[in-house]
């Protein structure tokens, strides 16, 4: 019998939802993307209405896994429509939101090194129950959210495809068989406008619903070009999310499209979108001898001009082009009841495209510009059967398939100060070096994941997964020339002085892996207030494509070998122990998580040098390959306190992370290691080392700690504006919210360098305040976000004769705003 809308019958309701915190407490990939596999469930998805994530947050504290849960109240409160919003209410958790081609962290872990389009991600990101694999799907504005979550350890004994650290799981919204309609605007500094449509009801009662949900994000840039006036770091966005909603007697079916695109000021160059110039170059090799000239002495030389300016936030371009991103998918789940069994089938498809453009040069100058296009085919289907819940013994199975294809275009092109620059004189304005890298990937998977709950206290969770994938990768590099007074052998040999590589062919690639994945999570619930939990899991990743793979060559251009196209499988193993506590009859929330991850096969760059040129001289080579050994380990809280004072409560999450190399020897030297070794050396000359060892020392860029605290406050005010009409004849709610993201110090640069560089501890502050219609039909405030204007650098180097020192450049600036809602109907 079917289900009225807005209604649920309560013993249904217990049936599908109360025995799910006991099955989800056991599952080693107990992140909640677990717990939307198990929401497909027919009689749970008949629910109507808008969702705003509280059921998943309470849910929360019930798992035994450390999750943290933002809810679309908050982020519509605080508005968190990015994923480096989202990340300061998370300490474990960061993003880099300058670029799609850099992913999310978790654990200080993401992809790893290498072009990344060919690499699988310890990390996962799902979206309304898709794995999508590619990290330029996280790229955009998620502005029809329904929550937020994190869930950490091996994933994929029972949902979507594997994972080693962790996932990212972000919800949307369903839509409604109550017609509603809301828009928002939002005004801001640097101009930017931020308007929001979501409109959703029935199209047959009871029967089929829609809703649909746009976006569009602009503003002036923070930093300004000097020459055309381009505004860098600036916001132009746009995405519309359209969705139908069919409900039946015993099947419910949902179907999604998603366009979102991009084209901004973000990705130029030589000062792009991780580095700009702040100072004339000052390296010193650990030798203790000089570069024969700085960058700015250089500049003087080769081109006979001076530095414009060192200044990293007025950059001198002499052309600004835009950096283009887009994304469609589409995806469709339908879920069936068979019996008391619920058959869940989603099938899915993305595509991402990216296109950046560059200039050519700061201070005026056309030498060169480096650019990567990348194009990417995603499709996944996955059929799953889930028991009913509430029995001693609950089991979820299924089987996952998934084909991606990556297109890498990379190009380097030359400009009208090249030929002066690198000394060629046949490097001609136009001349460019094309390299066309492919990886594909087919994975297919079946999963089994059962928990038998023993007594009411104890209960253990066994999942399986056993995935074989075919990884696929070349690498295609070819020139373009043009006729001219220069042959094409003049042509090639000076692309190649100037960074180019020639004309090469790695042939195609093929590598399979079959690999498991395995979990136990055991729970014991000690009394209604404390649970206590344990976790030992096995994940496992398929090697890396390294898209980039290029022939290794001697000073005289010989052909001496190949890089390797495709990296060894990376090996995981998890092991957590931790407790979810509750105090003072639910109002304190206090969770506690310890962790440690040991990492076989890290992929990331390495220097080989096995090859020697004539002289027996080895060739020193950096390329994508593994370290042999990494840990991770650490400990997380979370929780939230409503105070005895109504209307108030406080959130709270910190981390400790110490993320380390154990055992990696050759690892790649820093900059200021490579120095030149003459001619006929003199007696005694130390030359440079091909490798240093990197063995048990911490990361960079990854805090050892890190806090969020947040406070929210609202306090009724009855009908303040019934004076101005009857429209405003309401009762209206005052809110208060902030948010303050800490962080330690972080280190910047290899331990090994000369001149080291932290960053300091920062906190970034975020706040606002305003009123609300009781009904919600109004709400109006006002914001600031990064109250203090905290910007520290991301990265650091002192450059060398013939790049100057770089900074990278640092998160947006304090930014502060208003915001009205209106619900249309």
């Keep these: 019998m079917r289900v009225a809308p807005g209604s649920l019958d309560k013993r249904r309701r217990f049936g599908a939802r109360a025995p799910r915190a006991a099955l989800l407490a056991g599952v080693a990939c107990l992140s909640l993307d677990i717990a939307l596999a198990q929401d497909a469930q027919v009689d749970d998805v008949r629910v109507t209405g808008a969702r705003d994530g509280t059921q998943r947050q309470e849910q929360a504290t019930k798992q035994p896994r450390p999750i943290v849960v933002v809810t679309s109240k908050t982020a519509e409160r605080e508005h968190l429509d990015r994923l480096t919003d989202l990340a300061q209410k998370v300490p474990n958790y960061r993003v880099d939101g300058s670029h799609p081609r850099r992913p999310a962290t978790i654990r200080g872990v993401g992809l790893g090194a290498g072009t990344g389009d060919g690499s699988e991600s310890d990390t996962g990101f799902v979206v309304d129950n898709v794995f999508w694999k590619n990290f330029g799907f996280q790229w955009g504005d998620f502005v029809d959210l329904e929550s937020f979550e994190i869930g950490l350890g091996p994933q994929g004994a029972a949902f979507g495809k594997n994972t080693t650290v962790g996932n990212i799981v972000l919800r949307t919204q369903l839509p409604s ?44 840039g923070w930093i300004r070009d000097q020459v055309t006036g381009a505004g860098y770091r600036n916001d132009n966005r746009w995405g519309v999310r359209g969705q139908l909603y069919y409900v039946g007697d015993s099947v419910t079916d949902r179907l999604i499209f998603n366009y979102g695109r991009s084209a901004e000021y973000s990705n130029i160059g030589a000062c792009s979108s991780t580095v700009c110039a702040f100072g004339d170059s000052f390296q010193l090799f650990a030798n203790g001898s000089l570069p024969a000239r700085t960058y700015s002495q250089t500049l003087a030389q080769r081109l006979g001009r001076p530095v414009l300016t060192f200044d990293p936030f007025k950059p001198y371009f002499t052309r600004t082009p835009t950096f283009y991103a887009q994304q469609h998918n589409v995806s469709n789940e339908a879920n069936i009841q068979l019996g008391e069994n619920t058959l869940s089938l989603i099938s899915a498809y993305g595509h991402f495209r990216l296109q950046p453009r560059v200039p050519l040069g700061n201070q005026e100058l056309s030498i060169t510009g480096g650019r990567v296009d990348s194009y990417v085919d995603q499709f996944s289907q996955e059929i799953r059967l889930a028991s009913p819940k509430e029995q001693a013994l609950e089991w979820t199975t299924g089987v996952y398939s998934m084909y991606e294809y990556v297109w890498n275009h990379n190009l380097t092109e030359f400009g009208s100060d090249a030929a002066a620059w690198f000394g060629a004189p046949a490097l001609l304005n136009g001349l460019q070096n094309n390299r066309d890298g492919k990886a594909r990937t087919f994975h297919v998977a079946a999963y089994g994941q059962t928990t038998y709950h023993v007594d009411e206290q104890l209960a253990l969770t066994f999942g399986l997964r056993d995935s ?69 899991g096995r994940g496992e990743k398929a090697g890396a494509v390294n898209t980039a793979a290029q022939p290794i060559l001697d000073g005289q251009n010989n052909f001496k070998g190949w890089q390797p196209v495709i990296t060894k499988p990376e090996v995981s193993w998890d092991y957590e122990i931790g407790a979810k506590t509750t105090w003072l009859d639910g109002a304190l929330v206090a969770n506690i998580n310890f962790y440690w991850n040991d990492i076989y096969n890290f992929q990331t760059n390495l220097t080989d040098t096995s ?17 042999n050994h990494v840990q991770l380990r650490g400990v997380e809280i979370d929780g939230r306190w409503t105070t005895p004072l109504e209307g108030l409560s406080f959130n709270y999450s910190g981390a400790r992370t110490d993320a380390r190399w154990l055992d990696f020897a050759n690892a790649a030297t820093p900059a200021d290691w490579l120095w030149s070794t003459p001619t006929n050396p003199p007696a005694g000359f130390l030359s440079a080392p091909l490798t240093l060892s990197r063995s048990n020392s911490r990361w960079e860029l990854v805090p050892l700690w890190s806090f969020n605290v947040g406070v929210n406050y609202e306090r009724p005010l009855g009908p303040l504006f019934r004076d101005l009409g009857e429209w405003a004849d309401r009762s209206v709610t005052g809110f208060f919210y902030a948010n303050a993201a800490w962080q330690d110090k972080v280190q910047l640069t290899d331990p090994h360098a000369v001149f080291q560089y932290w960053t300091s501890p920062y906190t970034r502050t975020n706040l606002g305040f305003g009123l609300k219609t009781d009904d919600e039909r109004y709400a109006l405030s006002v914001w600031v976000k990064n109250l203090f204007d905290n910007r520290p650098f991301t990265a650091w180097a002192p450059g060398n004769a013939t790049t100057p020192a770089t900074i990278g450049w640092p998160n947006d600036p304090r930014a502060f705003g208003g915001t009205m809602l209106v619900k249309l109907y």
């Design 468 to 536: 074989y994938e075919i990884k696929e990768g070349s690498n295609f590099s070819w020139e373009q020339i043009y006729p001219n007074q220069y042959s094409l052998a003049q042509q090639t040999a000076a692309i190649r002085s100037g960074g180019g590589q020639g004309f090469f062919d790695t042939g195609g690639v093929s590598k399979t892996l079959n690999s498991l994945t395995g979990v136990f999570n055991p729970q014991y619930r000690i009394d209604e207030h404390i649970l206590i939990f344990g976790l030992v």
């Design 177 to 220: 068989f109550e017609r509603k309609a809301s828009f928002e605007t939002s005004f801001a500094n640097y101009n930017r406008i931020i308007e929001k449509l979501n409109v959703t009801g029935p199209i047959i009662d009871d029967k089929l619903a829609y809703r649909v949900a746009f976006y569009l994000d602009k503003s002036d």
């Design 611 to 627: 090859y020697k040129d004539s002289l027996g001289q080895p060739i020193r080579t950096t390329y994508l390959g593994t370290a």
